[in-house]
């Protein structure tokens, strides 16, 4: 069955370093993947969009990978702040349609 | 741009009550999607409006969930009965057009409790 999988476990670091988060997936071929941010009592956030024949792409401080062959996105924030804690979603997207199938999401909670 | 709004945006109900959520989505949007949210994990696509029609309501419990968007603007989600395993924040979205790449704006949710 297909499966996509963020780590659970919440990444606490401190601020002005980089958060690396992951998001793997099986059974699945997407077309892209999205980055949404998650605040608490809140609906997601789009931050970032990468196709399937991309590599790398960027906004700011974040930057998104996207390996077909290893199934695999990775997200980064450099010079992280406190203002970046928040819970972040990847969401595959198929060739047809609109349709976001989100991971669990990975909690971040950056220190002064 | 004025965002989703969303109402309410918490309900407590027993087992076996119905409650209704109500979406409105940006203007001009044609694409409006409804999303299950349970503690912890991803939103899940329960249902998708292209204006007034389905898209996808794959993944929506047909014998207890329904959901309309008559006039192709407002539309609401319905539980009836509900269960407790239907506690979660029920997420509204729209997007323009509904295409492929789009973009999709959330609402803050409707947090359902169900005791």
């Known amino acids: 069955s297909q499966k996509i999988e963020q780590n659970s476990e919440a990444l606490n670091i401190q601020e002005g370093k980089t958060a690396t988060l992951t998001c793997n997936y099986t059974n699945y071929s997407p077309a892209y993947l999205q980055w949404y941010r998650q605040d608490p009592g809140r609906g997601p956030v789009f931050l970032l969009l990468?196709?399937?024949?991309?590599k790398e792409k960027r906004k700011e401080r974040l930057k998104v990978t996207f390996d077909t062959t290893l199934k695999q996105s990775l997200f980064h924030i450099t010079a992280s702040q406190p203002a970046d804690s928040a819970t972040y979603l990847c969401?595959?997207?198929?060739?047809?349609?609109?349709?976001?199938?989100f991971g669990g999401g990975t909690r971040v909670l950056v220190k002064p | 741009e004025a965002g989703v709004a969303q109402s309410p945006r918490y309900k407590i109900i027993e087992k076996r009550q119905s409650v209704a959520f109500w979406c409105n989505p940006i203007s001009g949007h044609a694409t409006l999607y409804w999303y299950q949210q349970i503690l912890g994990q991803g939103p899940k696509l329960l249902i998708q409006f292209q204006n007034n029609g389905v898209v996808d309501d794959s993944q929506l419990p047909k014998d207890r969930f329904s959901a309309e968007r008559l006039k192709g603007v407002d539309s609401t989600l319905k539980i009836q009965p509900a269960k407790l395993e239907d506690s979660a924040v029920y997420l509204c979205?729209?997007?323009?057009?509904?295409?492929?790449?789009?973009?999709?704006?959330f609402g803050p949710g409707t947090r359902l409790l169900v005791l």
């Open positions: 990468i196709r399937e024949n991309e």
């Open positions: 969401a595959l997207v198929k060739a047809a349609g609109n349709k976001l199938t």
């Open positions: 979205a729209s997007s323009h057009k509904g295409v492929t790449q789009e973009t999709q704006y």
